[in-house]
C-alpha cells in the first residue's frame, strides 16, 4: 500500500516556475515507478511525466519537454516535478501516480495509487 500527497501548486505568472513535490508513505516507495498527469477543467487526464524507480529512466510528454524535470529522493520518499516556463495551458490539477511496473509509463491505467491532486493556475 502506497499512500501519495502532492504539494507546491498555486498561482503564478507566465515564465515562473514551481516545484510540485509528491510525498509517499510506505517503505516500498522505492520499488515504485511514480508519473505526473494533469487534468485541465473539461479536458481528459494527461501524462506529464514518470521516473522509474531507480531514477534512471525519465519519461516526458512532447508539450513540457525542456521545461519540466522530474526526479526522486528515495531516502525521502519523495518525487519532484519542476516546473519552468510555465504557460497558461499548463494550468490543471496535477496529479502523483505510483505503478510498480508499467508496460507504458504514458498510461495511467498502469498506476496502482494515486494522490489527491495540487492544483497549478498559470496567468497571462
Known amino acids: 500500500q502506497v499512500q501519495l500527497v502532492e504539494s507546491g501548486g498555486g498561482l503564478v505568472q507566465a515564465g515562473g516556475s514551481l516545484r510540485l513535490s509528491c510525498a509517499a508513505s510506505?517503505?516500498?516507495?522505492?520499488?515504485?515507478?511514480i508519473g505526473w498527469f494533469r487534468q485541465a477543467p473539461d479536458k481528459e487526464r494527461e501524462f506529464v511525466a514518470a521516473?522509474?524507480?531507480?531514477?534512471?529512466?525519465?519519461y516526458y510528454a512532447d508539450s513540457v519537454k525542456g521545461r519540466f524535470t522530474i526526479s526522486r529522493d528515495n531516502f525521502k520518499n519523495t518525487v519532484y516535478l519542476q516546473m519552468n516556463s510555465l504557460k497558461p495551458e499548463d494550468t490543471a490539477l496535477y496529479y502523483c501516480?505510483?505503478?510498480?511496473?508499467?508496460?507504458?509509463?504514458?498510461?495511467?491505467?498502469?498506476?496502482?495509487?494515486w494522490g489527491q491532486g495540487t492544483q497549478v493556475t498559470v496567468s497571462s
Open positions: 521516473i522509474s524507480w531507480s531514477g534512471g529512466s525519465t
Open positions: 510506505g517503505r516500498t516507495f522505492s520499488s515504485y515507478a
Open positions: 501516480a505510483a505503478s510498480i511496473g508499467p508496460r507504458e509509463y504514458e498510461s495511467g491505467v498502469w498506476y496502482e495509487y
